[in-house]
Structures are given as C-alpha cells and as structure tokens.
C-alpha cells in the first residue's frame, strides 16, 4: 500500500500490547505509592537547553538523539530524551520546592530519542521512574533500587540482573579520569577512532564502548572503586548494605557506566537475559548531585531510575484487554430495532461490556459478527421476543439458547458470565 507510513521507530500500540503497557505501569505506580511517592507529570518538550546543560554536551543523547526544533517564536525547544532533568526543574519551579525534603515523586510518559531503531529500541518510547529529591544518604539510593525490584517481582519478571557501581564525585573522579587517560595514552593509535573520541570527550564512556568489549584491555584498565575518596566509598558500601538488608542480590560492574553525564556515585542497571546486546537493561539510574546547579538552581541531591515500559512489557505477561465486549445485543430484522438499542444502554449502564447491532442486515450474519468478536452471550431480540416482553440468550460456546423475560435479565447475565458451566464450555 502507497499510503503515509508512521515516523521510522515508533509503534502502534494495538490493544494488547497497550494493556500489557498499561498494567505494567499501573502496578509500577502502585509500588511507588507504597513508598511514598506521587506521581507529577512535566511536558513533553522543554527549552533544549535543559538537557544540553544537565544531561551534557559531549552525550550521545545530546549530540546525536534530541528532536530539537525552534516554535513560532523562535524558542528552541526538545522532545524530551529523559524525564530527570525535567523533573528537577519542576521541582524548583512548583510549590514542591516549598515541601519538606526528601520529596518523592514518579512519574511516567512518552520520551523522544533519535536512536538506530531495532528491538526494544525505539525513538518514541515510554518510561517510567522515580526520582528523590533533596536527600543525600546512601539508604535512598537502595530504596529507589528496591522499590524498582519489587515492581519486578510483583509482575513476575525473572532472569534479571542488578549490576551496580560508583562512579565517584566532583572530588575523586578528576583523579580516577586522569588514571583512564594515562593507562590508555600508550594505546591511544591503535585504538578505534570511536574510542579516541570517547577518551578526547567524556573518558568514562570508554568503558561501555561496544568496539572494546571482547579485548582484555578493559579488564586491566583502572576501576572507579579503586579511586573512591573516602566519602563515596563509605556511601558506597552503605548500598550495598542496604541492598543485602532488602535480599536484592548484585554483581558490582566496573565497567557500568552510564549515558548521561549527571550521575555521581551510585549507578546501577537492571539487566535481563532475554533482551540482548547492548538493549538489555530494562532500566538505569543512579545519584545526581550535582544536577541542580548544573540547571542553575541551587544544589539539591538526588537519586531515581526510570525504566522503559516496553522493554519491561516485552518480557512479562500478556494483559486480559479491557473493553472487549463481553456480551452482544442484536436486534432480528424486520423486528423494530429501537428495543436492542435501549437494552444495550441498559446493560451497559449496569457495567456490562456490550456490543450493540442493530442494523438491518440478517441475524445470520450478525450472529457470525458476535461470535467473531469473541463475546460470550448473543442477546436476540426478533419479532417474538417483543411481542412477548422476553429476550432470547445465545452462549456462544455450546451454541444453546434460552428465553427469559427482558425484566431484570441483567442478573441472570451476570450469573452467566461468571458461572463455571460457561467457562467449560469456552475451554472445550
Ligand atoms: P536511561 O538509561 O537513558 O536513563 O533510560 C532508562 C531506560 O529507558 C533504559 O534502561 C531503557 O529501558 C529505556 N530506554 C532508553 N532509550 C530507549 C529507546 N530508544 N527505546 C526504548 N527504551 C529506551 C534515563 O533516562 C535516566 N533519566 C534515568 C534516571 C532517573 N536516572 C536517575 N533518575
């Protein structure tokens, strides 16, 4: 078909896969609420220069992945890649700020990124997360942590992995950087030139480069933890504690490191084995403290993760899709169809799920339309039927029938629907 294609990297959410999507979410928010957090929502799109300055200059989100584009008033304006940054403006901005600290919050969206589409690989996608704000105790960190793991747990996803580790602060880092620079300044020729750049731009990312991950030279190069300065080590080993005390289990990971340049000390990711490469993490976060001045405000720590829903969908449960009708009116021509059309209302008013058809093909067909549909119960109203005051119903299962009177039928309906002689005779 010749037809106008939707954008390269974004989906139609069909039924199905948007309740999937939806219940992964709403038990996310419930997991939250039982940590005390609320949900707030920002805009989607925010003055680029909230993410050029907190997420950074050199990331690949910034150079490479941001839809930007100037209004009509010649703002320049960006989709939103992430929600951290957002969510700490909102934060200065709204009475939030006037809260006592820690505040918590989640939050969940739509966020843009111009990245290589592929599986679980999107360029709109959705996320999830949390963020604490204006609390600098390393327990936090483990809450946020735990709270994402048992949001997990509670959609029965398995076969994850939390790889976890510090990258440091504004006082070790300098040192732990300048040891990277050193220990590969030998290698520096033969090194891809992607990896050069790296070292030239942001030295960290060169431990996650895909180019060096099979050479033994990132076994040997420098590890953060060693250059730790006594503050962030303490603070380190107190997640780790907390992390034991919740029974979430970890693996310390010296070469995680993360995408985006407002992370200081704790970083973690969620990994799982069924999506692979480089796409496995189901979700990532870590400690920003420096964030909020890097946006101009005044300094605020803070700690969250956020997760994407479709990776997080992909791997759990099919979802029951709400709104499929679980019961069909239709009206036997020539019989007046004025009678289906008051029924339908009538049910649907008491909670049923109903598909009305009306029309003046033959029921014939409509019956073959209902029992497509997948609706359990075909409610016929002909000629008969309205002479009589009654309503034949059809199970569409066993293809039986009977008659009752259209006086409260809503009840025996009901007890239809939920009676084990249905559900038998759906499963045969
Ligand atoms: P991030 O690691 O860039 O962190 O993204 C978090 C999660 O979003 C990823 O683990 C992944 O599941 C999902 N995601 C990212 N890009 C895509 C994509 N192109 N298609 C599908 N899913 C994707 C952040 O965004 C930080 N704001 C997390 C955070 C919160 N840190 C502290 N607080």
Redesign the pocket.
């Known amino acids: 078909m010749a037809g106008i294609s939707r954008p390269r ?1 974004t989906e139609d959410l069909l039924p199905e896969p948007l309740a999937r999507l939806k219940r992964v979410l709403a038990a996310g928010l419930q997991v939250a609420a039982a940590h005390g957090y609320r949900q707030i929502e920002t805009p989607i799109f925010e003055s680029t220069d909230l993410f050029v300055r907190g997420v950074g200059e050199a990331t690949d ?1 910034v150079t490479r ?1 941001m839809y930007t584009f100037p209004d009509r008033g010649g703002r320049s304006l960006t989709l939103r ?5 957002p ?1 700490v403006r909102a934060f200065w901005e709204s009475p939030l700020r006037q809260e006592p600290l820690p505040v918590r919050v989640s939050y969940a969206g739509p ?1 843009f ?1 111009y ?1 290589r ?1 592929g599986k ?4 709109q ?3 999830f ?3 604490v704000l204006g609390e600098s105790e390393p327990e936090v960190d483990a809450e ?1 942590i735990g709270l994402a793991w048992r949001w997990l747990e509670r959609l029965g996803i398995s076969g994850t992995s939390l790889q976890l580790n510090s990258l440091g602060d504004r006082e070790c880092r300098p040192t732990y950087r300048a040891a990277l620079l050193e220990f590969f300044e030998p290698q520096m020729a033969a090194l891809p030139e992607l990896d050069r750049e790296r070292l030239r731009r942001n030295p960290l990312r060169v431990l996650d480069s895909k180019e060096l991950a099979d050479d033994g030279l990132l076994d040997r190069a420098p590890r953060t933890i060693d250059y730790l300065c006594s503050e962030c080590r303490a603070a380190f080993d107190r997640v780790q504690e907390a992390l034991s005390a919740l029974g979430i289990p970890f693996a310390v990971n010296h070469r995680l490191v ?3 340049d ?2 200081a000390r704790t970083a973690f ?2 990994w799982h084995q069924e999506l692979a490469g480089a ?1 496995n ?8 403290d420096g964030l909020s001045e890097l946006l101009g405000y005044p300094p605020l720590p ?11 969908a992909m791997i759990s449960a099919p979802a029951p899709e709400p709104g499929r009708p679980e019961v069909a009116v239709l009206s036997a021509p020539p019989a007046d169809s004025k009678a289906a059309v008051a029924l339908a209302d009538r049910l649907r008013r008491a909670g049923l799920s109903v598909l009305l058809d009306a029309g003046a093909r033959g029921l014939r067909g409509k019956l073959s339309f209902a029992e497509r549909s997948g609706v359990r119960l075909a409610l016929i109203l002909g000629e008969s039927e309205l002479r009589a005051r009654t309503v034949t119903i059809r199970r569409m299962a066993g293809r039986t029938q009977e008659s009752l009177p259209l006086e409260g039928v809503e009840g025996r309906i009901r007890e239809l629907l939920s009676s084990a002689e249905l559900a038998e005779e759906g499963a045969s």
Not at 81 to 85: L, Q, R, V
Not at 281 to 288: Q, S, T
């Open positions: 990297g989100v992945e890649p992430e929600g951290t940054a969510v966020m990124r990245d589409p679980g690989r999107y360029r996608f959705h996320q997360g949390v963020e946020v993360r995408g985006l407002y992370y990711e969620v796409q993490a189901l979700f990532g976060g870590g400690r920003y803070g700690v969250g993760f956020a997760a994407g829903l479709e990776r997080v």
